[in-house]
């Protein structure tokens, strides 16, 4: 029997070894070779995440920022306006971008966008009887806005002092964490906002499905970026210390 695709039969004895790919059916004393998915370049998946997020950040970044201009930056508007720059575009470049500098940058270009956003809402507010910080969105971006001040502070702190190495370790440990629940926390905030009036009253129902989709799957790809370098760091920490754990023992054991 022969067959003209990827798979094909070839007799075994039991006691022959199989290549990669191949099964061994008992039964019959036959291997059936197997499909085997091609490998995939860990730079090439990285890139590839990194492209999609940046499109759908601009894309998600244009859309809001557009429609804020028209309205010209009128009550509402203004607050979505500085918010989206801050959480959508730069807090997302932020966490994409390897440069420490620019990583720096960004970081606080998103923090005092976000913060002037809030701010710029709370005015508001304060003429309404509103209560403030009520509804989903504005929890989680207080919260993402808190864990964001937390990374930008242990971030100072880890540029400016002389840490020892299990101390720095921490240290990096606590601000990737901060800046990636904190991320996740402000596009939470972000997906809730386009259930709000403001977004009813300017964008039809298709348009608040596609940056809801735009949103959600930015929020995934910038994450799965973020978490393949945080668990590369951890690991890599891991290793460095169970390395001078074991020079140390054999320089004790010598002398």
Known sequence: MCYRYRYRIRQLRLSDETEDGDIIVNATGHSIEGFIWPEISEKLYESVCITISNML????????????????????????????????????????????????????????????????????????????????????????????????????????QDLGKRQAIMLQLAHRICSLAGYVALMTSQLFSYNKGFVRRNWSELYIRVLKFFTFVATITVCIRELQHFASDVLKAIDEEMTDIIQKDIHMNRN
């Open 57 to 160: 950040v601009v894309s998600i970044t244009v859309i809001i920022s557009q429609k804020c201009l028209l309205l010209k930056l009128a009550r509402t508007a203004e607050h979505t306006f500085y918010s989206s720059l801050g959480i959508v575009l730069c807090m997302s470049e932020a966490l994409l971008l390897s440069d420490q500098m620019l990583h720096m940058a960004l970081g606080l270009m998103a923090f005092s966008l976000g913060a002037m956003g809030v701010g710029i809402e709370v005015r508001h507010k304060q003429l309404l009887p509103a209560k403030h910080f009520r509804s989903k969105h504005s929890i989680f971006g207080l919260i993402g806005c808190l864990l964001i001040l937390a990374s930008i502070c242990t971030g100072f702190w880890m540029l400016l």
